[in-house]
């Protein structure tokens, strides 16, 4: 369903945003353009996917990821620019330990098909055979939200 909105996202401006791909959540090898174009388009793409309660922070969290990626892209900063963007950044922060504590603890998450088919060919490229292998390999594997990253610990870089 994402893939849908996102397609039929229209293009705007002259090369601001592009036209998406068949499907967005496929794509390999993104530039930061990429990200961006998701970003701004991505509001209007998640809204209403989720309960109400969960899409009010889904939403909020969409947003404020918009506006600290909008002041930390700036080229010239005032002190004003740096105070607003280090609150926008504690903010961010605590929406996303709100997001994980509250919204990821409600859904179950599992690797894409194509990651599986890659853990298979793994597997048998390695020579696992059918009798070693594990009974739970069969499903995909649960993935959890996790902010104990470089990238969530690098955002605090930026100011």
């Not at 892209?73 to 709100?98: A, E, P, W």
Request: hydrophobic residues 40%; positive net charge; proline residues 3%.
């Amino acid at each position: 369903m994402i893939k849908y909105r996102f397609r039929h996202i229209p293009s705007y401006g002259n090369g601001v945003i592009c036209k998406f791909v068949n499907n967005t959540l496929e794509m390999k090898k993104l530039a930061a353009w990429d990200f961006e174009d998701i970003l701004q388009c991505a509001m209007p793409v998640f809204e209403g996917l989720f309960p109400e309660d969960h899409d009010k922070i889904v939403q909020s969290l969409l947003y404020r990821f918009a506006q600290w990626h909008a002041l930390a892209k700036l080229r010239i900063h005032s002190k004003t620019t740096l105070s607003v963007l280090d609150s926008t950044f504690m903010r961010l922060t605590h929406q996303l330990r709100h997001f994980r504590d509250f919204t990821c603890a409600v859904f179950t998450t599992v690797e894409l098909p194509k990651e599986k088919a890659v853990h298979e060919r793994k597997a048998a490229h390695q020579g696992l055979d059918s009798n070693n292998r594990d009974p739970l390999s069969g499903s995909r594997k649960v993935k959890k939200f996790n902010m104990n990253t470089y990238k969530y610990h690098a955002m605090g870089d930026y100011l």
